[in-house]
């Protein structure tokens, strides 16, 4: 099971970790967030097999940043690389 996650991980989601289907129900509902770690959950379901999981998300990056008018601002703060 272990390098079924690792797959699933890799893939993106892109297919049931447990019977490989692709008909996965992400219900907007089941989105939890964490806000001591900043992580999200979300209950993802395989309409296949009925198998039930986790996915974790985390913030990794921002890009494009705007005013209130949609202008592009100059991010002055350095990030790191």
Known sequence: M???IDTYVRTH???CPVCGGRDLDRAPASIIPVPQSGELTVWVGCESCRS???EIYRLVDCVELSDTDGKPLEFAASRPN
Request: proline fraction near 0%.
């Open 2 to 4: 272990i390098d079924s």
């Open 52 to 54: 039930t999981w986790q």
């Open 13 to 15: 989601g892109a297919a």
